[in-house]
């Protein structure tokens, strides 16, 4: 049986400033829009609230240069990253037919890290 969590006054602060997300966001960018609200807002409050939104499924999660990253919109988060420079570029991907074939269930959200050589490092090794 699900857990029911209560709606208090901070949570529904974070909801209507999560509502106000167009795009991928931070925990720490979450907290520091609802903190000009409420100060006694704490991070942990922040966290929990989070996960609280993952584990319904309302929320989704990815890893971007060390940190985590959440969108509401389900989708997939893409980045190419360059075996020579390090360099990681953002890139969209609509669709995913191609590895839905080889999955057995429902795909929400994805996270994708292509590795090769980007356009600048290939040049330098011609």
Known sequence: MAKL???????HLLQEELDKFTSFFTGE????KARKKDSKL???TVYRFLKDLREKRVLHAYSCNRQMLH????????HFICEQCGKTEHFHLNKID?????????????????????????????
């Open 5 to 11: 969590s209560r709606q208090t006054r901070q949570k």
């Open 98 to 126: 191609f590895l839905k074939q080889g999955i057995k269930g429902d795909v929400c959200h994805f996270q994708l890290d292509v590795h090769g050589i980007c356009e600048a490092c290939k040049k330098h090794m011609v």
């Open 29 to 32: 960018e979450l907290f520091e």
């Open 42 to 44: 704490g991070l942990a």
């Open 71 to 78: 969108s509401t919109e389900e989708g997939g988060h893409c």
